[in-house]
């Protein structure tokens, strides 16, 4: 095909686990249960008809005169000196009625194209933080040589599909010119696909032509098989800026998967009660998605959930709490409603790598996954409520990825699974340490952690006693140690060096461009 005549990868490297340390291999995972369902059809209905109630009735503030066009052309009602925009359920059904009910996203190793929608499960690394914090370094400001680092992880851990928006904000670069280097760094370090900075159409451009010199093809070619996606924050409650609407116009019109994402804590950007918050994102998350389809009909786009509540003590943001669980699984109902593929998160609000960050993880996590969501971003690095990437973080949440891989794995049920003739070849009162069913089993049966620690508590001490967090800082050291460049054809890196010397050129003659 023509997306694979040039980007290479490290082909080898698929289906298997990398260095020395005990990994699932690089696969591609479904989730194969029924999502659960919170809500009943009444009260998924009334959600919706409130939200509808908030789109026609409240409208959604915007600042670009671009988007009012838009809006305005399609018979909305905008009152161009307040900048708001309303519109009625027709506009929101007909646009529905042209979004895809998933995608794929194809990187420049073809072999790890994900697949979002139906009952797939791709996990993406953290993005956004300004610190980095690991415990030999300690805390500090982002920073290019973390970023690297974290992506050389990405690329080691097999259970990383997808790289975030700007895992760690690299904060001693400019801020008008530093996607250059994180881009440029996702496309070298890894052969994953990644998510594209949006603030602006200059930055979601730049995303779209470098993944496309990677790939070896043309931003034409680019349109039937997206490589690249971003995440659209809407500003909770109601706005819309213009920076975010000039990236989401631009990803569209080059048919690049769009996520629309309220950032709707519940107490502060949205009123206390779920059910409003809900009602809230829901209204939200569709104004966006409308805009995509007036730019480009059959545009890609993910129902973006990030609801979740604040301490009511403080203000600060909490994740990982009981209504964050069940945000994510209702938010799965409503993505389904509208048969769009599903994006939320499994965020944690502790300071430290410690108990609170991994109770919390795992609740939003099982929340997610129950919700039937299609892309948990954040899942791998999030720490202190996403103001710090954390390299201890990253492993403990590979540890629990990997443990949902194996829950979400079919259970194999052939009749030598059922073990009839096992449990009739030992005597009652025996053991089946020696048997040959369990022989020919042993170093398949169950799941080999990378991070737990199963060894009895005289022989832990003999070992050095280290407990998780000691346990982690060795194995995120051990994968940089191990990780392995993968290949690059000299002449995509060439083209790309000479289109980031061109672009810093642009940017540093006009830096609003």
């Known amino acids: 095909m023509t997306q694979d005549r040039r980007g290479g990868g490290r082909r080898s490297k698929i289906g298997r686990s990398g260095g020395g340390i ?51 052309a399609a018979g909305a009602i905008v009152d161009r000196e307040e900048k708001t925009i309303r519109i009625d359920e027709s506009l929101v ?30 996990f993406g690394l953290v993005a956004g933080p300004p610190n980095v914090h690991d415990r030999i370094n300690g805390r500090r400001q982002g920073n290019l040589p973390d970023y690297q680092n974290f992506i050389r992880l990405a690329h080691h851990f097999n259970a990383i599909h997808i790289i975030g928006n700007q895992v760690v904000a690299p904060m001693e670069l400019p801020a008008n010119a530093r996607h250059l ?18 603030i602006g159409r200059a930055r979601a451009m730049d995303g779209i032509n470098m993944m496309a010199i990677a790939r070896g093809i043309s931003v034409e070619e680019m349109r039937a098989s997206p490589g690249v996606t971003t995440i ?15 990236g989401l116009i631009a990803m569209a019109e080059h048919a690049q998967p769009v996520t629309v994402t309220p950032f709707t804590l519940m107490g502060a950007m949205t009123p206390v009660t779920l059910a409003a918050a809900l009602c809230q994102q829901n209204a939200e998350a569709l104004f966006g998605v409308v805009l995509t389809q007036l730019v480009n009909p059959g545009t890609p786009v993910m129902y973006g959930a990030f609801t979740s509540n604040v301490d ?4 600060a943001p909490a994740f990982g709490t009981p209504e964050n669980a069940k945000a994510n699984i209702i938010a799965g109902q409503l993505a389904r409603r509208y048969n769009l593929p599903y994006r939320t998160s499994n965020a944690n609000a502790s300071n430290v790598v410690d108990l609170q960050a991994a109770y919390e993880t795992e609740m939003a ?59 009739k070849s030992v005597p009652a009162g025996g053991h089946f340490f020696g048997a040959e069913h369990t022989m020919s ?13 199963w060894q009895n508590h005289g022989a832990w001490e003999e070992a050095g006693g280290k407990d998780a967090l000691e346990r982690a800082t060795e194995l995120w050291q051990q994968a940089l140690h191990d990780y392995e460049e993968p290949v690059m054809d000299p002449a995509i890196r060439e083209e790309l060096d000479a289109y980031v010397a061109r672009r810093r050129e642009e940017i540093a003659a006009n830096p609003d461009g």
């Not at 659209?232 to 000039?246: G, H, K, Y």
């Open 22 to 72: 005990a990994q699932l291999s690089w696969q591609h995972v479904e989730n194969p249960y029924p999502p659960m369902q919170l809500l009943d059809e009444d009260r998924m209905q009334r959600l919706h008809d409130t939200s509808m109630r908030i789109l026609s009735e409240l409208g959604i503030r915007v600042m670009s005169e671009k988007v009012m066009d838009l809006f305005a």
């Open 93 to 122: 059904t007909e646009a529905l009625r042209a979004v895809p009910s998933s995608f794929r996203l194809t990187s420049r190793n073809p072999q790890k194209q994900v697949h979002l929608g139906g009952n797939s499960l791709v």
């Open 181 to 198: 280097d994180t881009y440029y760094a996702n496309l070298t370090l890894s052969d994953l696909s990644f998510h594209c900075t949006a």
């Open 232 to 246: 659209i924050s809407i500003n909770s409650p109601r706005l819309f800026d213009d920076a975010m609407a000039e």
């Open 312 to 315: 009511m003590k403080s203000g």
């Open 365 to 423: 996590t099982w929340g997610a996954v129950l919700g039937g969501a299609n892309l948990i971003y954040h899942a791998a690095g999030w720490l202190e409520g996403g103001l710090t990437a954390s390299y201890e973080k990253l492993v403990l949440d590979v540890e629990i990825l990997q443990n949902m891989m194996e829950f979400l794995r079919p259970l194999p049920f052939q009749e030598d699974d059922l073990g009839f003739e096992a449990i």
């Open 441 to 453: 089993r042993y170093t398949t049966a169950f799941y080999q952690p990378m991070l737990s620690n």
